[in-house]
């Protein structure tokens, strides 16, 4: 039999299992991948028109839903490398430029980010000047250094210092 104390408790513990849940920050489950680029897309750091542009781009998902596109794989970095980005990032894409071309990059040619390959110091102009050339393979890379010279860095190898070099590279170029 169901006595009234009986009752209370089930009711007072159904009602606290169902508030249990309600105290924790939701996340927003939404698509994650790279979608193509249209002609309005601005870079996310530098604000610039990204279609039309050579060399390889990059795009991150966002925890919340929203998809970020950048007109090089140097920004997408400047971006990556703020404190408060990486908590917000769930994935990031870039060009796999040993598929694509150089001075039209494909679409459907994005691979992960954190798996790409990197090659820095070479010659060969992205969107802003010197870019960080992405490769989904380290033999792709090699190639493309055997042809522009270069160095071969993994995405975590990438930090203030690479693109400080980037930037003072551009510097001298336009002097």
């Known amino acids: 039999m169901l ?3 009986k009752f209370i408790i089930v009711v007072g513990g159904v009602t606290l299992a169902g508030l249990a849940g309600c105290g924790g920050e ?4 939404a698509a994650c991948e790279p979608r193509p680029f249209h002609d309005d897309d601005e870079c996310a750091v530098c604000g610039m028109f990204i279609a039309g542009f050579p060399g390889p781009k990059a795009q991150a998902c966002l925890r919340d839903g929203r998809l970020l596109t950048f007109c090089s794989t140097s920004d997408m970095f400047v971006w990556l490398l703020q404190p408060d980005s990486v908590p917000q990032l769930r994935q990031a894409f870039v060009h796999d430029m040993g598929i694509t071309d150089w001075d039209h990059p494909s679409d459907d040619a994005f691979i992960e980010a954190e798996l790409a390959v990197y090659v820095t110091e070479h010659p060969v102009m992205g969107a802003m000047g010197p870019t960080l050339a992405s490769f989904g393979s380290e ?3 090699r190639g493309f250094m055997a042809e ?3 160095r071969l860095l993994s995405y975590e190898e990438i930090d203030v210092r690479v693109l400080n070099d980037l930037a003072r590279a551009h ?4 002097m």
């Open 3 to 5: 006595t009234r104390r």
């Open 26 to 29: 939701e996340e927003v489950v």
């Open 139 to 141: 033999e792709a890379a």
């Open 148 to 150: 522009h010279e270069g």
């Open 171 to 174: 510097i001298q170029q336009t």
